[in-house]
């Protein structure tokens, strides 16, 4: 029996400008005007849908200042994806704009490393510093899906799916997560937040919110090393994605399909 193949998508739900001296830690003295912005992504073949990641809502958006351009879960919706059937959604780590919107899915699954949990909950949320990107209302719905027993805990690499492997990188956060999808071009890695920008990579210039910055710098290594090519690798806030790859689904949505190669 072959490996899975999925089609994959990312969907763009808010945006902010920034600096480069926020992006990344070895900048420039131009400090050029730059932007970020905010994805969720989710995975299908003909039998489900996988989502990676949650977003945040309206009221995180006006509390950090964000142009929340959708709600990612209502567009999702939208889009013609039944969220009351996804079964299974990993949440590459737990900050505020990658697990908010838990309670709108009340069906699925959560699937974390059981160190970011842990992480999210534990002494370290004491220093200002480390607790910044983290919302302690997402936190706590994470911990109400763990009491309905909709929590899957994991240690390392694990394979979710025929074609859908999961790799704990931490740098980031603790508990840091990339996934590696298996598309009808080959391997392709997720890196959320272990590469905000595609540059954070090839330059070997970290983002400045880091736990661990020799974890941060191997886990580049680590993404090389399992997607097929530079091309293989999605950023996870890099409007790169939105500029390279094709349209797809309701324009307004604003759907790029990573299954097929960039087309620029």
């Known amino acids: 029996m072959g490996i899975g193949t999925w089609e994959v998508f990312a969907m763009r739900y808010a945006t902010i400008n920034r600096r480069r001296l926020e992006n990344f ?14 994805y969720v992504w989710f995975l299908k073949n003909d039998k489900e849908t996988i989502l990676i990641d949650t977003g945040f809502d309206q009221k995180a958006a006006n509390e950090r200042k964000r142009n929340l351009l959708r709600c990612p879960i209502q567009s999702l919706q939208d889009a013609g994806i039944a969220v009351h059937e ?3 959604t990993v949440l590459t780590h737990a900050h505020y704009d990658h697990a ?8 699925t699954r959560f699937h974390l490393q059981e160190r970011e949990m842990s992480y999210a909950t534990g002494k ?4 200002a510093f480390c607790r910044h990107a983290y919302d302690p209302h997402n936190v706590c719905e994470l911990i109400y899906a763990n009491y309905e027993e909709r929590v899957g805990f994991h240690d390392g690499v694990y394979e979710l799916r025929s074609g ?10 603790r508990g840091l997560q990339i996934v590696r999808v298996h598309t009808q071009r080959g391997w392709i ?3 959320s937040d272990a ?10 210039s970290p983002f400045p919110i880091v736990t661990d910055t020799s974890d941060m710098l191997n886990a580049y290594e680590l993404i090389e090393s399992l997607a097929e090519s530079h091309q293989h690798i999605i950023p996870g806030h890099d409007p790169l994605v939105m500029n390279s790859y ?19």
């Open 164 to 173: 859908i492997e999961v790799y704990w990188v931490g740098g980031h956060t």
């Open 100 to 107: 908010g919107n838990i309670e709108k899915l009340k069906n």
């Open 86 to 88: 996804i079964k299974d």
């Open 124 to 127: 370290d949320m004491r220093h």
């Open 25 to 38: 830690i070895a900048h420039d003295l131009h400090d050029a005007a730059t932007q970020m912005d905010y």
């Open 189 to 191: 890695v997720l890196a």
């Open 246 to 264: 094709s349209r797809t689904g309701p324009d307004h949505l604003e759907i790029v399909s990573l299954s097929k190669p960039p087309i620029l």
């Open 195 to 204: 590469a905000h920008y595609l540059e954070n990579l090839t330059n070997r």
